[in-house]
Nanobody, 115 residues
Framework: QVQLVESGGGLVQPGGSLRLSCAAS????????MGWYRQAPGKQRELVAAITSGSSTNYADSVKGRFTISRDDAKNTVYLQMNSLKPEDTAVYYC?????????WGQGTQVTVSS
């Protein structure tokens, strides 16, 4: 079993930045592609950024050019750098494998973009 723990969320003004972290309890990044997902109130969870075991990245159109996914294999950690944040980015952010494994969902980290 793998535990994924997200951190780094918070309240930020529009145009601001946050860096999210996802720490894995053991090394899985060379086996699985990883993704950052988000779920806003009343909406379905969506994939916003993904990184393969070979470090290729992909982004949802809504965050392209503003978000950057990266990982540090030595630290078993995946990051999401979020710049130029918008109110519509407000959501709970989760990391998981891509495609997701149900048993790997963590509690997520809340990101609120508001003035």
């Amino acid at each position: 079993q793998v535990q994924l723990v997200e951190s780094g969320g918070g309240l930020v003004q529009p145009g601001g930045s946050l860096r999210l972290s996802c720490a894995a309890s053991r090394s899985i990044f060379k086996i699985y592609a990883m993704g950052w997902y988000r779920q806003a109130p009343g909406k379905q969870r969506e994939l916003v950024a993904a990184i393969t075991s070979g470090s290729s990245t992909n982004y949802a159109d809504s965050v392209k050019g503003r978000f950057t996914i990266s990982r540090d294999d030595a630290k078993n950690t995946v990051y999401l750098q979020m710049n130029s944040l918008k109110p519509e980015d407000t959501a709970v952010y989760y990391c998981n494998t891509n495609p997701p494994i149900n048993g790997y969902w963590g509690q997520g980290t809340q990101v609120t973009v508001s003035s």
